[in-house]
């Protein structure tokens, strides 16, 4: 089992482009949420899928969006990047059946916007 | 809005010691309690899950005990040593528990072990 599985790895780009992250969850699993992680501080919940809908949104704006394939896998877009957008993005996949297993985390893609 | 706090941001200690991490929440409803470790620029692998109904977990080293009413938590790290040194971060789950997996996190506690 490969785990959460990101790509890629690192990224730099300019202000005002746009940006797609992927994501690919743990076999078995069928929800997919994304946080972000800024330089220093801890994750902040972007939003979660499941479905292929958007069923929780954190406080981000519409730049932040995403999309949740039939194969579970899953795509984070950012439009119009701005330098504060640099950070840590983390995936995670979980079972929407619930209960008391965790949440898996990836090894996440590293953002820079210069 | 449920707010989590660790303390201290950082704490360096020789080898040996046994140390404790503490976490705060503000909403005492929550589902449970999970610790965390980030290894620099790196994922987060999970230490301890607490259930909101238990008081403590343990897993070799370490303990994590959960005080729901009064919103801490602590980690307790015994026989620390240098591969232990990394970031550990806490997060709590909303009560209502089931597919919400929104989890809140503190900013986490950077530790170091001095050989």
């Known amino acids: 089992d490969a785990g959460v599985t990101q790509s890629p790895t690192h990224l730099i780009k300019t202000r005002g482009q746009q940006v797609t992250l992927r994501c690919s969850p743990k076999s078995g699993h069928d929800t997919v949420s994304w946080y972000q992680q800024a330089l220093g501080q801890g994750p902040q919940f972007i939003f979660q899928?499941?479905?292929?809908?958007?069923?929780q949104r954190g406080n981000f704006p519409d730049r932040f969006s995403g999309h949740q394939f039939p194969n579970y896998s899953s795509e984070l877009n950012v439009n119009a990047l701005l330098l504060g957008d640099s950070a840590l993005y983390l995936c995670?996949?979980?079972?929407?059946?619930?209960?008391?297993?965790?949440?898996?985390f990836g090894p996440g893609t590293r953002l820079l916007v210069l | 809005k449920q707010e989590v706090t660790q303390i201290p941001a950082a704490l360096s200690v020789p080898e040996g010691e046994n140390l404790v991490l503490n976490c705060s929440f503000t909403?005492?409803?929550?589902?449970?309690l999970q610790w965390f470790r980030q290894d620099p620029g790196k994922g987060l692998t999970s230490l301890l899950l607490?259930?909101?109904?238990?008081r403590e977990q343990t897993s070799g080293r370490l303990n994590a005990s959960l005080d729901k009413s009064s919103g801490r938590s602590t980690l307790y790290i015994a026989a620390s040593q240098p591969g232990d040194s990394a970031t550990y971060l806490c997060a709590v789950r909303p009560p209502s528990g089931g597919s919400n997996y929104k989890l809140t996190f503190g900013k986490g506690t950077l530790l170091t072990v001095n050989p």
């Open positions: 899928y499941y479905e292929e809908e958007e069923r």
């Open positions: 995670a996949s979980s079972p929407r059946r619930g209960g008391v297993e965790t949440q898996y």
């Open positions: 607490i259930q909101s109904s238990q």
């Open positions: 909403d005492s409803a929550i589902y449970n």
